[in-house]
Every structure is written in structure tokens, then in C-alpha cells.
């Protein structure tokens, strides 16, 4: 795909293609617009979580917690283990959130060595008004893009991730 006047992706891509043609640079094409917009996304939550006194590591826990459906509550491991964040990591958000009230540790009886995390009523009523303004605001950052175009870019990127994810695709050799 050649650069259109503008395109600061396709003109890296030539430009590659003129320093190093022995290198193949079609990826930045894909790479790069899907890291610039991660930051633009990233960019934008953040500004909309930070003023509920929040940030995303905040809102994966209790939209993981409200996911997890009624009581919405998990064990301390399993809510590791979804948010893909070691148990420290866990730690440190549950503790910041469980100052603000909107989750709680539990401990059941007769086995009290297994910590749970419960969303609280305040959390799951906060949540509520907090996630309406995040998805608002995640639907403007898709202007431009009709429906078919947001359907075909919804299903192209899962088939990625989930080929990824499984390990389907082979993965290069991290750097020592």
C-alpha cells in the first residue's frame, strides 16, 4: 500500500522500504496505528477515571468483579488470574479500593485461609455511572468508522488476539 499525502504510517513504510529494502516493513502499517491508538484510548480512560479519583488497573478489578456476576465476588487468586496481574499487583488495587469503599475482603467460615474480593454497594453503584462515561467515551474515540467498517475491524482484531492469545501464532524469541 503506497503513502497518501498525510499518511505518516504509509510514508514510514516507504521509507523503510527506500533505507532497507532488504527488510520486510510492511508490519508498521498494522503495528504502529494499533500502539498510537492504544495511547489514545489509554490517554482518554485515563482522564475520565481520574476524575472519579481512579485509573484503569482500578476499573479492570470492578468491571472484573461485576462481570463475574452476583455476588460479585472472587477468590484474591482468581481475580489475579482475570485481570492477568500477579497477587501483589492484586494486593496493592484491592487495598487502594478497599479505602474507597468499593470493595471489600472477605473471609469465609470454616475455612478462613481463602480471601475473597467483593464488590460493595457503592462500588457496584459507582461502577455504574463511571462505566456509562467510559463506554460514552470509548463510542466518540470510533467516529469515522461505519458499521461495517467497526465489523470487520472488531472481528479482524479478535481472530489477532485470539491467535495470539492460544499461541496459535508462533511468537518471536523475546531478547535477552
Same mark, same amino acid.
Do not use: F, N
Given at each position: =500500500?503506497?503513502?497518501?499525502?498525510?499518511?505518516? /504510517? *504509509?510514508? $514510514? @513504510?516507504?521509507?523503510?522500504?527506500?533505507?532497507? #529494502?532488504?527488510?520486510?516493513?510492511? &508490519?508498521?502499517?498494522?503495528?504502529?496505528?494499533?500502539?498510537?491508538?492504544?495511547?489514545?484510548? =489509554?490517554?482518554?480512560?485515563?482522564?475520565?477515571?481520574?476524575?472519579?479519583?481512579?485509573?484503569?488497573?482500578?476499573?479492570? +478489578?470492578? @468491571?472484573?468483579?461485576?462481570?463475574? *456476576?452476583? #455476588?460479585?465476588?472472587?477468590?484474591?487468586?482468581?481475580? &489475579?488470574?482475570?485481570?492477568? +496481574?500477579? #497477587?501483589?499487583?492484586?494486593?496493592?488495587?484491592?487495598?487502594? $479500593?478497599?479505602?474507597?469503599?468499593? /470493595?471489600?475482603? +472477605?473471609?469465609?467460615?470454616?475455612?478462613?485461609?481463602?480471601?475473597?474480593?467483593?464488590?460493595?454497594?457503592? *462500588?457496584?453503584?459507582?461502577?455504574?455511572?463511571?462505566?456509562?462515561? @467510559? =463506554?460514552?467515551?470509548?463510542?466518540?474515540?470510533? /467516529?469515522?468508522?461505519?458499521?461495517?467498517?467497526?465489523?470487520?475491524?472488531?472481528? &479482524? %482484531?479478535?481472530?489477532?488476539?485470539?491467535? %495470539?492469545?492460544?499461541?496459535?501464532?508462533?511468537?518471536?524469541?523475546?531478547?535477552?
Amino acid at each position: =500500500m503506497s503513502a497518501v499525502p498525510g499518511d505518516e /504510517v *504509509g510514508e $514510514m @513504510v516507504e521509507a523503510w522500504g527506500r533505507e532497507r #529494502p532488504d527488510v520486510d516493513a510492511s &508490519s508498521i502499517g498494522i503495528i504502529t496505528p494499533v500502539w498510537r491508538l492504544a495511547a489514545i484510548v =489509554m490517554d482518554h480512560r485515563a482522564h475520565v477515571l481520574a476524575a472519579h479519583g481512579l485509573d484503569q488497573s482500578h476499573l479492570d +478489578v470492578l @468491571v472484573t468483579l461485576r462481570l463475574s *456476576g452476583a #455476588p460479585y465476588r472472587l477468590s484474591a487468586g482468581e481475580l &489475579s488470574r482475570r485481570c492477568r +496481574v500477579t #497477587p501483589g499487583a492484586t494486593t496493592q488495587r484491592v487495598q487502594a $479500593m478497599e479505602r474507597l469503599g468499593l /470493595v471489600a475482603r +472477605v473471609r469465609e467460615e470454616p475455612d478462613r485461609r481463602t480471601v475473597h474480593v467483593q464488590l460493595t454497594p457503592d *462500588g457496584s453503584s459507582r461502577l455504574d455511572g463511571i462505566i456509562a462515561e @467510559v =463506554m460514552a467515551g470509548d463510542e466518540a474515540l470510533l /467516529v469515522g468508522l461505519q458499521p461495517d467498517e467497526r465489523a470487520t475491524l472488531e472481528s &479482524s %482484531l479478535r481472530t489477532w488476539l485470539r491467535s %495470539l492469545e492460544t499461541g496459535a501464532a508462533r511468537l518471536p524469541e523475546k531478547p535477552l
